[in-house]
T-cell receptor, first 115, second 111 residues
Framework: GAGVSQSPSNKVTEKGKDVELRCDPI?????LYWYRQSLGQGLEFLIY????????KSGLPSDRFSAERTGGSVSTLTIQRTQQEDSAVYLC?????????????FGPGTRLTVL | SQQGEEDPQALSIQEGENATMNCSYK?????LQWYRQNSGRGLVHLIL?????REKHSGRLRVTLDTSKKSSSLLITASRAADTASYFC???????????FGKGTKLTVNP
């Protein structure tokens, strides 16, 4: 497809379980970002990849959160031992430097519900 | 953490009217972007304005930026029911690539 895709679109899990969220960026985009959106906190940055490395992971809320990117393409966000406060929509974006600015294109998100 | 603050938090207007949303931020920025979000899912990029620009137009959208006041406004002219959505401003700062989002304005355009 032409846009950023994310899977699953919805995920319901029990407290304490691990979850993996996947992001497929736009082909050729070298930068990939994860954000999350929750009612209480709004839209928050989590982590950013340039190629396969993560220069900025300052937004990861705890060591239960990790992310990787392989082959400069697909990224996986993993949340271990999920808690109810992890319930949110997790958004992925990718970008290609354009005229010195980074225009980020967002996927549809994964809605995570932790019971 | 959230830096931007949009106001109003919610705006309800009639079709054909203009809608103005404001955004304030706290630190120096590289650029400011406006996004639209329907039904709490994916964000659609609307317009980007660089820190050295003061005004930008795109179709029915007009964005202004006042770096001295650290504020921006988004004007949607001749609104349509399809413009109903949440609108967010987002900034990039310094050498960081991440977007810092405001809390958003929920716009309802009544037919």
């Amino acid at each position: 497809g032409a846009g950023v895709s994310q899977s699953p679109s919805n995920k319901v899990t029990e407290k304490g379980k691990d979850v993996e969220l996947r992001c497929d960026p736009i082909s050729g985009h070298t930068a990939l970002y994860w954000y999350r959106q929750s009612l209480g906190q709004g839209l928050e940055f989590l982590i950013y990849f340039q190629g396969n490395s993560a220069p900025d992971k300052s937004g990861l809320p705890s060591d239960r959160f990790s992310a990787e990117r392989t082959g400069g393409s697909v990224s996986t966000l993993t949340i271990q031992r999920t808690q109810q406060e992890d319930s949110a929509v997790y958004l992925c974006a990718s970008s290609l430097r354009l005229a010195g600015t980074h225009l980020q294109f967002f996927g549809p998100g994964t809605r995570l519900t932790v019971l | 953490s959230q830096q931007g603050e949009e106001d109003p938090q919610a705006l309800s207007i009639q079709e054909g009217e203009n809608a103005t949303m404001n955004c304030s931020y706290k630190t120096s920025i590289n650029n400011l972007q406006w996004y639209r979000q329907n039904s709490g899912r994916g964000l659609v990029h609307l317009i980007l304005i660089r820190s050295n620009e003061r005004e930008k137009h795109s179709g029915r959208l007009r964005v202004t930026l006042d770096t001295s006041k650290k504020s921006s406004s988004l004007l949607i002219t001749a609104s349509r029911a399809a413009d109903t959505a949440s609108y967010f401003c987002a900034t990039t700062q310094g050498g960081s690539e991440k977007l810092v989002f405001g809390k958003g304005t929920k716009l309802t355009v009544n037919p």
